[in-house]
């Protein structure tokens, strides 16, 4: 079965500086990755997705990911953070256990801080 | 366009009780999936449904069960409630069951089992 590391449980960064939140997954076959962010009392949001192709995606909020097989990663970045960035971020990989079926696994979570 | 909702918002079981909670899809979705996350823990996939059917599982004991409705709604029913049940439950409804259909959550209800 799939899984996915998040290694780093907590992160702080200065407004304005650069992010990049790792995501180390495992799966056998071709994966497909995601990058979810929740803020508290609130739902999970899709930043970007994965499936094929160009393995640099381009996501909401400024967001980007690179997908690297060779590192087994997909390591959400951004250039410069905002305030409003301040979340907990979840990297997930799916897997299609048989047809029409949506089977994801969740990382644990990285919790973003952002200094003033 | 409604998206995802979920009722109630918070909930107060003692250990032993049943509960269920609610998901209404957002228009035009007919796939409704359930996670359960743990605080300080990624969520983790309880079940599918698909059409009224369920459409695969995680692992999680018999005990937790659920239902699709004609108008794509679901519930999700937990019975003989455990302190470890105590967690965030969020459902998610996407166009399709499969993994290429983003997912849309809800804000999720919590459950507190004393």
């Known amino acids: 079965a799939q899984s996915v590391t998040q290694p780093d449980i907590h992160i702080t960064v200065s407004e304005g500086a650069s992010l990049e939140l790792r995501c180390n997954y495992s799966y056998g076959a071709t994966p497909y990755l995601f990058w979810y962010v929740q803020s508290p009392g609130q739902g999970l949001q899709l930043l970007l997705k994965y499936f094929s192709g160009d393995t640099l995606v381009q996501g909401i909020k400024g967001f980007e990911a690179e997908f690297k097989r060779s590192q087994s990663s997909f390591n959400l970045r951004k250039p410069s953070v905002h305030w409003s960035d301040a979340a907990e971020y979840f990297c997930?990989?799916?897997?299609?256990?048989?047809?029409?079926?949506?089977?994801?696994?969740f990382g644990a979570g990285t919790r973003l801080t952002v200094k003033p | 366009e409604t998206g995802v909702t979920q009722s109630p918002t918070h909930l107060i079981k003692t250990r032993g009780q049943q509960v269920t909670l609610r998901c209404s899809s957002q228009?035009?979705?007919?796939?409704v999936s359930w996670y359960q996350q743990a605080l300080g823990q990624g969520p983790q996939f309880i079940f599918q449904y698909y059409r009224e059917e369920e459409n695969g599982r995680g692992n999680f004991p018999p005990r937790f069960s659920g239902l699709q409705f004609p108008n794509y709604s679901s519930e999700l029913n937990v019975n003989a409630l455990e302190l470890d049940d105590s967690a965030l439950y969020l459902c998610?409804?996407?166009?399709?069951?499969?993994?290429?259909?983003?997912?849309?959550f809800g804000p999720g209800t919590r459950l507190t089992v004393l």
């Open positions: 998610a409804s996407s166009p399709g069951g499969g993994v290429r259909n983003t997912q849309y």
């Open positions: 997930a990989v799916g897997a299609i256990v048989r047809y029409n079926n949506n089977d994801m696994r």
């Open positions: 228009s035009g979705h007919n796939t």
